[in-house]
């Protein structure tokens, strides 16, 4: 499978790009992984807004999720244009926020939870609940033998390393600095990245929900500190074959 970053930023996006967003593609299908905002406007340049077949959305923070409504409004006129004939699932946990996704007959909501097996085309979807201040998942998307593992956002706690265990690529959320704890606040630091990566044996890291300060180099040589193998900084568009 093909993943193109998106975006990579936490909280808001930087100037012309986008927080979380994830485009994977395999054999003619098309899945987004998160939509948050900016992600819309910037997928265009890789994708037709048309041609997704789904979306996955792990928890209903801002910066996950915000662009859900145009990408309905997208969905809406391409429809009553005639481009596209099918409504499109949005697959997201349960809550308050769940019936937004539907509108009228363009969109429609699945929920998933912690046991929950999802197909969508080659693509297989599992999930472990994450430790952060509103529901949210961890989720692993296998495609022919290869397994992309991705954290959305989370403090760290041990059942991750069994769920990602030797998984291809560890797409980590990085939203501090080794020296700053994120465990209230429900996120991993760079050293927490790197520690995960190691325990669960992935052969690569991309750190991503980026902070909007410091130096980002320091966050791949603090993650390298406990982890091994090769560590990467999440950026615009960068595409990675699994
Ligand atoms: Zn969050």
């Not at 969109?107 to 085309?121: P, V």
């Not at 044996?201 to 410091?214: A, D, S």
Request: with cysteine.
């Amino acid at each position: 499978m093909k993943v193109t970053v998106i975006g990579c930023w936490g909280g808001f996006p930087k100037a012309g790009e986008a927080t979380s967003g994830y485009l994977l593609e395999h054999g003619g299908c098309r899945l987004l992984l998160e939509c948050g905002s900016g992600v819309v406007s910037l997928l265009q340049q890789k994708a037709d807004l048309g041609d997704l077949d789904g979306v996955i959305i792990t928890h209903y923070h801002y910066d996950h999720c915000c662009d859900i409504g145009p990408l309905q409004y997208a969905r809406q006129i391409k429809t009553q244009l005639g481009q596209i004939h099918k409504p499109l699932p949005i697959y997201a946990p349960d809550g308050e926020f769940f019936k937004l996704l539907k509108w009228e007959d363009y969109t429609y909501g699945q929920s998933f939870s912690q046991d929950s097996i999802i197909s969508i085309g080659p693509f297989e979807a599992s999930f472990i609940k994450n430790v952060h201040p509103v529901e949210a998942y961890s989720v692993k998307i296998t495609c022919e033998g290869r397994t992309l593992a991705f954290t959305s956002d989370t403090s760290y706690f041990e059942e991750l390393n069994d769920f990602f265990y030797c998984s291809d690529l560890l797409i980590s959320e990085c939203s501090f600095y080794d020296y700053m704890d994120g465990t209230k606040a429900g996120h991993l630091n760079s050293a927490q990245a790197g520690m995960l990566a190691e325990k669960a044996q992935v052969k690569k890291l991309i750190l991503t929900h980026l902070p909007h300060f410091g130096n980002l180099e320091d966050l791949m040589a603090q993650a390298k500190q406990n982890y091994s193998g090769q560590v990467l900084l999440a950026e615009k568009f960068m595409e990675i074959e699994l």
